[in-house]
Structure formats: structure tokens, C-alpha cells
């Protein structure tokens, strides 16, 4: 377990980093291998989890008609969305394509049960949020491996989840916290897709870091790293 | 952005995954090189996030006496959690090393601000926590990418997030996500420390994953992969 990583194996996990993308419309129909899916599964089931709880469930969906009624969810909450923004943005905000759902192979709902190995899990007590927490981890370890296979993916966020435990037979007590769209895709776009057309820009890696407190900048123990990422040195 | 990865780049990816430990008593004093740290930081920034909202900060923190005041807080609410626990758990609870906080090189607070790029997000109108999946998405990338660079990392859950806003500072709106202990470790371990003292076991893959519904099992689509993931076939 100790080994050092080769520069090779260093590479895959940035490359697996910084080509992953959230896909909508480059879905290709052909379906996902088995042994490939479960690989990405065996992935997110390693993530880390609060007190090792594990409180995740992968839901696997191929059946149309339960999609289709998750799309159906999708274009209400998306009208929805819509009244919130004004005009210009409004009309930017419809025209982009947001999902995946039909046009991928697999759909994955991942769920959080905060009754697994409860009530008491370790770590869980002050902040009970750090179950869900454990889930999203599990989600990001899923997104990485179907990136490394070659597998595009999809989050859904425009959703209601009282639809989806309707549509999905989820009980009260579990929270869907992702709805996946996964497939083969003809392509892994350069930059995130609201990056391309101008939505948000990408901020600069010295815009999201302080230093021993809140908005702190100038702490003269960080002066070179900070240097370093001002600088935009080539860390990456 | 689009060629297949080499079998040496998918090991990467997937070593990072299965070798990646919560570290609590491995920690070693030599510090963690810029460059290093600022490669880590810059994987954490590139994780996905609702509507490209980039919602996450990242305080660093070396002082003594701030980690000092985060180790109180530690310790008041590990008695109090312990106060929930029966017996011969809470014998065994209390005997377990749960944080590095000081041992560590460097400490990370890891929050979210609602309001960047707000108050419309893409994508986070019908789930407003989001926000807050994007964050974990951001520290999973962290930890993973500290493991390739053979630093350890031990999330810290354990303490009261009042007390974390007061000690660094945090503004009302923003919500401290995950305090992050990272450095050096004399080694990786084999297994989680809560699976090597037997406090819970790890989970079969078969039995996290549904089929078109949840609890379903016996879906005839996917009667192959169940097949494979039941019989523990080598996916990993």
C-alpha cells in the first residue's frame, strides 16, 4: 500500500481529473460493458464514509418508461427554474441542453440511508450533513473511474426528489442526493460546457484559497506558496 | 481531451482509489512542499460543481494556537458524543485515535459560499444543496490527489462548526463543509481502521446496488452484472 506512485500513474489521476466533464449532449447509444459498469460501482463503493457507514445505494436504470417519467420531472422543474431568471440569461438558460436522461445507456440514482449501521456512527454527531457528505465522495470516485473508462457522465440536479421516490420506490427515510446519466460519448468536450459559451468563467486557483483565517491573504508563513499560485506556476 | 487511458494511467486512477485511508495516527512532522500542496489544491479546483458555481474555499492553516483552539473543540464534542453510545461500544469508542489535527503538517478548512455567482446557479433552483455536493466533490478530488502525491489526509468530523467560524473567522453565510488534517504518514494503511478493529465490517458491492427500483434485486435486464458483482468477480 505504501509504494510511491510512478509518473505514469500520477498522470492517469490527473488526466482523469482534468478531462472529466459533466456531459448532456454527447451521449452515444451503445451500451456500457458489464464488467466496465461494475468497476466504476466497485470505484464509488471505496469512497470514504463518515464512522465507515457506507450509506450509499446505486439504483441501476435502463427501463424507458421509468425514465421517461424522470424526464417528464426534469422539464417541470426546469419551466420552473426558468421564472427565476431574467431575460437575457433567461433565454441562454433554455437553450442549453441540461440532461442526458434518455439519450445515455445507464441512468444511476445514488441514495443515502442514514439508518445504515445507526442510530450511532462515528463522527456523524456534531454534523449530522457528514453522512450525505460520504455519499457525495462516493459520487466523485464514480465520476473519476467512468471518466478513466472512457464513460461520459450526467448529473441531473433539475429534479424534483419527491418525484424521484415516487418514480423509483424510494422510502421515506432515504434521500436521493444524484440522479447519473452514463454512456459512451463521441466526444469529452475541452472545457465545461458553461464555460464555452460564456455562462461563468473559471476562476483562478488564488481566488478560492486563504490563509490561517477567512479572506486572509497576506499570512507571511503561506508568502511562497502563495507566490506560487498567484503566479499561476505550472502546478498542474 | 479524448484519447483512452494506458493500462499504467487506469491503475493510477484506481490505486489512488483503494489505497486512499481516513490517516489519524500516522503523521509524520516534515512539512508538505509547495508545490505539492498547490498541485493537490489545484485537483480540488477542478472538481465539478453545480451550474459551474465554483462554490468552495479553502483555508490553510499552520498556527499552533488556531489548531489548539480546533483540538478543544474536538475534544468537547467527542465527550458529548460519547455520552450517546452504550457501553462496551463507548469503551471502545473513547480508545480510538479519531484526529491529527496537530500532529499533521498542514490543516484545511474546506467551505461553501451560497452566494458566489448567485443567487440564480444553473442547476440548483430544485436542489438547493447542490451547492454543498459540489464541495464534497471538491474535497474527494483533494484526497485522492494527496494520496497520489503520498500525502495523508484524516477528515476531522468531530467538532462543532459555531466553534470553527468563530476560531477562523467564517462570515454567517458561509458553512464550513470538512476540516481536513494533511501530511506525511509513516505508512498507508492495509484497510480503514474502523474495518481493522473490527467496528464494522466492509460491504459487499452486491449489497449497495438496486436494479431499476429500490430493494429490487431480480430485474431480468441485469441479470448479468448481478451475476458478476454477486459472485465477487474480479472488478476491482
Known amino acids: 500500500m505504501n509504494e510511491e506512485f510512478s509518473q505514469d500513474e500520477k498522470n492517469g489521476f490527473y488526466k482523469a481529473v482534468f478531462s ?13 460493458d458489464d464488467k466496465t459498469l461494475s468497476k466504476i460501482l466497485n470505484a464509488a463503493h471505496h469512497a470514504p464514509s463518515v464512522g465507515f457507514s457506507q450509506p450509499w445505494n446505486f439504483i441501476l436504470i435502463k427501463d424507458v418508461e421509468t425514465r421517461k417519467k424522470v424526464k417528464e420531472s426534469f422539464d417541470d422543474e426546469r419551466k420552473r427554474s426558468a421564472t427565476l431568471v ?5 433565454t ?12 445515455s445507456a445507464v441512468n444511476v440514482c445514488v441514495t443515502y440511508d442514514p439508518t445504515k449501521f445507526g442510530p450511532f456512527v462515528i463522527g456523524r454527531s456534531s454534523i449530522p450533513e457528514t453522512g450525505i457528505y460520504s455519499v457525495c465522495c462516493a459520487i466523485q470516485n464514480l465520476w473519476l473511474a467512468a471518466r478513466t473508462e472512457g464513460i461520459g457522465l450526467g448529473w441531473v440536479s433539475i429534479l424534483s ?22 454512456g459512451h460519448v463521441s466526444e469529452f468536450a475541452e472545457k465545461p460546457d458553461l ?42
Open 20 to 32: 472529466r466533464r459533466d456531459v448532456r449532449s454527447h451521449f452515444m447509444p451503445e451500451p456500457i
Open 86 to 90: 431574467e431575460d437575457p440569461k433567461r
Open 92 to 103: 441562454k438558460y433554455l437553450s442549453l441542453r441540461l440532461e442526458g436522461i434518455l439519450s
Open 161 to 182: 426528489n419527491d418525484d424521484l421516490k415516487k418514480i423509483l420506490e424510494i422510502p421515506e427515510h432515504v434521500v436521493p442526493i444524484a440522479y447519473l446519466c452514463l
Open 195 to 236: 464555460e464555452t459559451v460564456g455562462w461563468l468563467p473559471r476562476l483562478d486557483l488564488k481566488d478560492v484559497v486563504f490563509y490561517e483565517k477567512w479572506n486572509s491573504l497576506d499570512d507571511p508563513t503561506w508568502n511562497q506558496i502563495r507566490q506560487m499560485i498567484v503566479s499561476n506556476l505550472d502546478y498542474a
